[in-house]
T-cell receptor, first 114, second 115 residues
Framework: AQSVTQPDIHITVSEGASLELRCNYS??????LFWYVQSPGQGLQLLLK??????LVQGIKGFEAEFKRSQSSFNLRKPSVHWSDAAEYFC????????????FGTGTRLQVFP | NAGVTQTPKFQVLKTGQSMTLQCAQD?????MYWYRQDPGMGLRLIYY???????DKGEVPNGYNVSRLNKREFSLRLESAAPSQTSVYFC??????????????FGEGSRLTVL
């Protein structure tokens, strides 16, 4: 069955520290992969996406993610976290021609300490 | 440019009452979606509309109905609300159904409590 796993429910980091949020997926073929961010009281906003090609993708707000086919992973990273990055982060996978088939992970809540 | 607008933002219902969540987008998008978000379960698709005049069931459609009133508007109706429908509801839109255009645009959510 197709699924997305975000193993970390809650992560706490200090401002300025590096960050890695994990995402593992189970999918029949190479899926399209996404990271969305949800700030408190807001809807979700796309951070970055991977369709094909270079396995390291850059997104907004200084985030990047790396697709590793052998590990079925698409981890999100940021070298130096800012307090404004505190939010909930969702990984999602989908088929190339069906946005209605997007599968979202359960989310990772990021807390940033000064 | 407002993007995706949902109303109401908060609603409390009693079991058995009905209500409609309204959603409108001003980006001239073809596809629109309704999701629900529950703790520990991520987002689950309730219904979607790939284009004006069409609607299809998602993962959790039971207890809901939808109407794609025109290209801009996509409403979600609870005919007889149940406590299990307590959730945060998100409307989203995308230019096309194809995921290679990549992006869903979300509203700010509607928090519904059913007592």
């Amino acid at each position: 069955a197709q699924s997305v796993t975000q193993p970390d429910i809650h992560i706490t980091v200090s401002e300025g520290a590096s960050l890695e949020l994990r995402c593992n997926y189970s999918y029949g073929a190479t899926p399209y992969l996404f990271w969305y961010v949800q700030s408190p009281g807001q809807g979700l906003q796309l951070l970055l996406k991977y369709f094909s090609g270079d396995t390291l993708v850059q997104g907004i707000k200084g985030f990047e993610a790396e697709f590793k086919r052998s590990q079925s992973s698409f981890n999100l990273r940021k070298p130096s976290v800012h307090w404004s990055d505190a939010a909930e982060y969702f990984c999602a996978v989908g088929a190339p021609f069906n946005t209605d088939k997007l599968i979202f992970g359960t989310g990772t809540r990021l807390q940033v300490f000064p | 440019n407002a993007g995706v607008t949902q109303t109401p933002k908060f609603q409390v219902l009693k079991t058995g009452q009905s209500m409609t969540l309204q959603c409108a987008q001003d980006m001239n998008h073809n596809s629109m979606y309704w999701y629900r978000q529950d703790p520990g379960m991520g987002l689950r698709l309730i219904y979607y509309s790939a284009s004006e005049g069409t609607t299809d069931k998602g993962e959790v459609p039971n207890g809901y109905n939808v109407s794609r009133l025109n290209k801009r508007e996509f409403s979600l109706r609870l005919e007889s609300a149940a406590p299990s429908q307590t959730s945060v509801y998100f409307c989203a839109s995308s230019l096309e159904r194809q995921a290679n255009t990549g992006e869903l645009f979300f509203g700010e959510g509607s928090r519904l409590t059913v007592l």
